[in-house]
């Protein structure tokens, strides 16, 4: 087993009470000695009897508002002779031994008789130290009413968080405890809004309501207000009265159980900031405190005062306690004794002294009503997880060293960061790094290179006066895989500049994947066109992140989890440490499977089945992508895939598996069924936390990125389609980049220069047909107006074409007018537009002066060798070289009726007297003769 960080396994002691006497009055209570049995394992017992009247006086001055010191000495001794006929004494040397030891000792009272509640065991003082349990450090009183039925095992571990809701009433120092509320919430990113959480002038009927309103876990029900006799020898809260009548109503222990009873599941600590919220008041009563009967109705904690409590001590008490739980994420035990040492520092002794904590020793010494995740997942650290960050203390105290020594001009001002993918190089940077460097005497600057603004970013960082200024640039991998040549040496360039300008007091430090050193090679820097590779090799500016050890790796995984008072199984570290060292880059894939071990715990236990469930740690990422993937429609599969494949950079120059980011309304498909198809994958894969979102404040566009690119690399489904894709992906990229050119010039004169055109529109017009959902409403109106424009060139053309065919006819027109004036008329009716042409209308005069035919006959594909007109003049008969014959109307009307059936070309035609019929000879040497409705005939 493991103990939480730095703390070891606490010594448990239980003190368990039960009254000597056979027979007792209970509805009288008399102040004389009573016996009393101490029960140990086993069966034993001890027995032992408890002066009352010698209590009674210095129990009356404890609670009065400014109690003797002396009182409270006295009590202490006399509750120490009371223990010492119950083997107190051997009990007292093993919490000595124990804390001289730095283990920390939880004491569990179990007090049957409710009397006994009523004495101050807080100050029970140790024989050998004179001291009270109060005052020790490292010692932790807790009370448990005997038979107070645990709550059922939840069906899965408690969720992170916990919402705070703070009620009060009364003339209170409600300012100063919200106040210490949001500081603490704040500091520490635990959400908190003051009009959802502040429950103002609260009384039972407000209360319930409240609790009914929302069904999330409360972590803490913090409860301001005056405390005030509620019946002779019993005490209660003062609160509005649950009608609205203005009235003060004296809530007793038994009305505020009934309210919270029905929800001590979810209500994981009540502080009842309030006097004598843990007075049971005087001995015979049988209400009991209110702290108490909370307990007994199953509230896993509760914390209250016993005595009068301070307005300033109620403030300091607030503060520290919230402040520890929230910032330094420790256990409530702990938040106890950092307050009671805060009251004493302020000379409230007695207000720390008087603190109680009902809770069951079942529960265990370490209870937890926030809850925190102890590790991040896949995606990088950031600052605020400084506290989680673990397993690289000689690596982050030698990238401070570099970076302060810059800063006095000791080092090189100019830094990167460079490591394999998925080495940890930037949360070093994120957790290690930033959150030690003292706010007073650095200012920050994050950019990264791939985004909008990131050059004007760089070129305004500057230090304010006094200050030191650290440009961080996370990652530069971007200004290789994203950026142009041009942009990317003005960024590196500008970068170059911020580092050695004078007055401008700035540090550059960007994290870089390995990969992409070799492309430093290409960059030149300053006038002196140094080389950026060899600045960074000779110049000392490079910062190795190796492969984590076997011991750091341990830390990584033991020390965030000890932190949240949390325990491994034996042998699961070493597990997780040899499967790890078998995956180069693979501390994602680590995070991933422990933040997974951590949402299957078993009450404070990260175990072997769960990890064995999960398929170790590689296991652990494929197992939730299938399931995720498993879980959705055929259609949201599709943009599943679709948008994973996309999240991968295939561009030229990219390293393997290289994860970019995307803009959301771009990779969105514009159908609406594939639209939602797409919105219900991306949701599923943000909840998964595989997938992160940025922007999207005061209206801006919704980024989209992996937590890590190595929980692609390891997803085969993926990998298998990315292969798949890649050429596709590829045309898409291009036809994006496209788009961006246009989109960026379409206002200027040459906007037109930025269309596609020829193979490159076909290409574009052909992967619409195919793939019409994969391309964004950035691309669509590109290929839209290079369609257009292409159409419109084409239209253009012809027109162009036309005109020169027009000015060909018209040339040969005029050849024609009076050798043949019928076919040059026939040659000018082909012109298009007659009326742009002065020629065509001077020629058609001219050609209209002559005999023109009253009919053209068309259709013969060889030459013409005969004609004859019929003796009616209705018809007329041709013969021809194509080897027929035709009928044709004299006017010119109707379709000629072709007379087929010689093999060869036909010398001549003539028709018979009347009319009805033709006869034609042929080079086949046969004649024929046909009707005038086209069919042979004898």
């Not at 404890?62 to 509750?79: I, K, T, V």
Request: charged share 25%.
């Amino acid at each position: 087993m493991i103990a939480p960080l730095g703390v070891p396994h606490p010594l448990e002691l239980t003190l368990h009470l039960v009254s000597g006497e056979r027979t007792r009055d209970a509805d009288r209570f008399l102040f004389q000695p009573r016996d009393y049995l101490r029960l140990r394992e086993g069966g034993t017992s001890a027995r032992a009897s408890f002066p009352w009247e010698l209590a009674l006086e210095d129990l009356a001055s404890l609670g009065s508002s400014r109690p003797s010191p002396n009182a409270a000495q006295r009590l202490g001794e006399l509750l120490r002779a009371f223990l010492a006929s119950l083997g107190w004494a051997q009990d007292e040397q093993r919490m000595v031994r124990a804390l001289e030891a730095r283990q920390p000792v939880r004491l569990t009272l179990r007090l049957e008789p409710a009397e006994l509640c009523v004495l101050p065991w807080e100050l029970l003082t140790l024989e050998s130290t004179g001291l009270a349990l109060s005052d020790l450090e490292g010692c932790t009183l807790s009370y448990e009413r005997p038979g107070t039925p645990p709550l059922p095992p939840p069906s899965s571990p408690p969720p992170a968080g916990g919402r705070i809701l703070f009620a009060w009433s009364g003339d209170v120092p409600v300012a100063a405890h919200q106040r210490a509320l949001v500081e603490a919430c704040a500091r520490s990113g635990h959400d908190f809004d003051p009009h959802r959480d502040v429950l103002p002038h609260v009384s039972l009927a407000s209360l319930e309501q409240a609790l009914r309103a929302h069904d999330e876990p409360i972590a803490a029900l913090h409860l301001l207000c005056h405390g005030v006799p509620s019946e002779p020898g019993a005490y209660g809260l003062a609160w509005d009265s649950s009608w609205g009548d203005g009235e003060v109503q004296v809530v007793d222990a038994a009305a505020l159980r009934a309210v919270l009873e029905p929800h001590a599941e979810r209500i994981r600590m009540v502080v009842l900031c309030a006097c004598r919220g843990g007075d049971a008041g005087l001995p015979g009563n049988h209400l009991g405190s209110p702290a108490r009967e909370l307990h007994r109705a199953g509230l896993a904690a509760v914390v209250a005062s016993r005595l009068p409590l301070s307005t300033g001590g109620s403030v300091t008490f607030t503060r520290t306690l919230y402040g520890e739980l929230l910032e330094r994420h420790t256990s409530l035990e702990h938040a106890l004794a950092e307050a009671r040492k805060a009251l004493r520092l302020e000379g409230a002794r007695m207000d720390g002294a008087s603190l109680q904590l009902y809770a069951r020793a079942g529960d265990g010494p370490d209870l937890r009503p926030f809850i925190f995740p102890p590790y991040c997942g896949p995606r990088p650290f950031e600052p605020e997880d400084h506290r989680r960050f673990f397993g690289r203390e000689p690596l982050r105290q030698t990238l401070r060293q570099r970076v302060e020594a810059a800063a006095v001009g000791q080092g090189p001002t100019f830094q990167v960061l460079a490591g394999a993918s998925g080495s940890g190089k930037s949360s070093l940077l994120r957790a290690g790094l930033l959150p030690a460097l003292p706010p007073e005497r650095w200012e920050l600057t994050r950019v990264r290179a791939g985004e909008a603004g990131a050059l004007e970013a760089v070129r305004s960082a500057r230090a304010s006066p006094g200050k030191r200024r650290l440009l961080v640039v996370d990652p530069l991998d971007e200004a290789f895989s994203r950026l142009g040549e041009a942009e990317r040496l003005a960024l590196l360039g500008a970068l170059w500049e911020a580092s050695r300008e004078p007055g401008r007091n700035t540090v550059v430090l960007a994290t870089l994947r390995v990969d992409y050193l070799g492309r430093c090679a290409e960059v030149r820097l300053g006038e002196h066109g140094l080389r950026l590779d060899a600045v960074l090799f000779e110049g000392g500016r490079l910062l190795l992140v190796p492969e984590m050890t076997a011991g750091e790796l341990r830390e990584a995984i033991e020390h965030p989890a000890r932190r949240q008072g949390l325990l491994l199984e034996e042998g699961l570290t070493e597990r997780l440490v040899q499967e790890v060292e078998r995956q180069p880059g693979g501390l994602p894939l680590l995070a991933h499977a422990l933040e997974r071990l951590w949402r299957l715990r078993e009450g404070r236990w990260l175990k072997h089945s769960a990890y064995q469930a999960l398929g170790g740690v590689a296991g652990a990422l494929a197992q939730e992508l299938d399931r995720l993937y498993e879980g959705l429609e055929e259609e949201e599969r599709h943009q599943l895939r679709r948008l994973l494949v996309e999240l991968v950079d295939v561009r030229e120059g990219a390293a393997p598996f290289t994860c970019q980011r995307v803009w959301r309304e771009r990779v969105r498909p514009v159908e609406e069924r594939a639209r939602r198809a797409f919105d219900t994958a991306l949701g599923r894969l943000v909840e998964g936390r595989v997938l992160v979102l940025g922007g999207g404040a005061e209206g801006g566009e919704v980024s989209i990125e992996v937590a890590h690119e190595a929980l692609l690399r390891h997803w085969l489904p993926l990998v298998e389609w990315i292969r798949e894709d890649q050429q596709r992906r590829r045309k898409r990229l291009e036809l994006r980049a496209g788009a961006e050119g246009w989109h960026a010039h379409r206002e200027s004169a040459h906007a037109e220069d930025y269309l596609l055109r020829g193979r490159r529109l076909e290409d574009a017009l052909e992967f619409l047909q195919a793939h019409p959902d994969e391309l964004d409403e950035r691309v669509l109106p590109f290929i839209d107006a290079s369609r257009e424009r292409a159409e419109r060139l084409a239209r253009e053309a012809r027109e162009h074409q036309e005109r020169l065919r027009d000015f060909a006819r018209l040339i040969i027109a005029d050849k024609l007018r009076k050798e043949d004036p019928t076919a040059a008329l026939l040659v000018l009716l082909e012109v298009r537009e007659p009326g742009q042409h002065l020629a065509w209308t001077q020629t058609a005069l001219e050609v209209l002066q002559q005999p023109i035919a009253s009919a053209v006959l068309r259709g013969h594909r060889g030459p013409v060798r005969a004609a004859v007109l019929g003796p009616e003049g209705r018809w007329v008969a041709t013969a021809s070289r194509d080897g027929t014959a035709r009928l044709w109307r004299a006017d010119g009307t109707g379709e000629p009726r072709v007379l087929e059936g010689h093999g060869g070309e036909v010398l001549a035609v003539a028709f018979s007297p009347d009319g009805r019929r033709v006869v034609t000879a042929s080079a086949d040497r046969t004649a024929r003769v046909w009707t005038v409705e086209g069919r042979a005939g004898p």
